[in-house]
T-cell receptor
Framework: EAGVTQFPSHSVIEKGQTVTLRCDPI?????LYWYRRVMGKEIKFLLH????????ESGMPNNRFLAERTGGTYSTLKVQPAELEDSGVYFC???????????????FGNGTRLTVT | GDSVTQMEGPVTLSEEAFLTINCTYT??????LFWYVQYPGEGLQLLLK?????DKGSNKGFEATYRKETTSFHLEKGSVQVSDSAVYFC???????????FGAGTRLFVKA
């Protein structure tokens, strides 16, 4: 099966610009997550979709971040306008919906490295 | 809230040395515990997991035991190889939700 794919792999933008990251989860995975790792620190949760619905967006830093998952397939994460502190690696992960999803592992993409200058 | 603390790196070892990467957690109830590994240029992938106290997860020569009494899930390998050089992340997921909490990662360098 194809894995989780993310695009682009790298993005360099100037402060104030807009960037949109895309994630294609593994086909059939209802759970989709966005995470971010900044400067070698812990990987922080941003939000969780179940199909097209936002299940938990408690980790979204502020209203400059907007995530969508129209149709319950791929997802986009838009940052508008970007600030310097948004730099980091953005990971997408997916997992199937099961009765015991709490112990199902996540399948990660390779990440998008975002640099805001 | 739930949290994971793992030893800071980098850890540098010679080939065939014994590896331990410490991980402790704070959580209510009985979370599931995971170790993920990120090889250079790749995304994270599951290395092993344990879902209840005293469970031992193992894979590729790595092991970790879920210790409820010490809230720990230390990663061990008896003889590391150069190909084990990577960043290792300890993580937990509580029974009450779907959010996985990660530690800061420990970078391992193995020298030939």
């Amino acid at each position: 099966e194809a894995g989780v794919t993310q695009f682009p792999s790298h993005s360099v933008i100037e402060k104030g610009q807009t960037v949109t990251l895309r994630c294609d989860p593994i086909s059939g995975h209802d759970n989709l997550y966005w995470y971010r790792r900044v400067m070698g620190k812990e990987i922080k949760f941003l939000l969780h979709f179940v199909k097209e619905s936002k299940q938990d967006e408690s980790g979204m830093p502020n209203n400059r971040f907007l995530a969508e998952r129209t149709g319950g397939t791929y997802s986009t994460l838009k940052v508008q306008p970007a600030e310097l502190e948004d730099s980091g690696v953005y990971f997408c992960a997916s997992s199937p919906w099961t009765g015991s999803s709490y112990n199902s592992p996540l399948h990660f993409g390779n990440g998008t490295r975002l640099t805001v200058t | 809230g739930d949290s994971v603390t793992q030893m800071e790196g980098p850890v540098t070892l010679s080939e065939e040395a014994f590896l331990t990467i410490n991980c402790t957690y704070t959580a209510t109830g009985y979370p599931s515990l995971f170790w993920y590994v990120q090889y250079p240029g790749e995304g994270l992938q599951l290395l092993l997991k344990a879902t209840k106290a005293d469970d031992k997860g193992s894979n590729k020569g790595f092991e970790a035991t879920y210790r409820k009494e010490t809230t720990s899930f230390h990663l061990e390998k008896g003889s590391v190889q150069v190909s084990d050089s990577a960043v290792y992340f300890c993580a937990l997921r509580g029974t009450g939700g779907f959010k996985t909490i990660f530690g800061a990662g420990t970078r391992l360098f193995v020298k030939a």
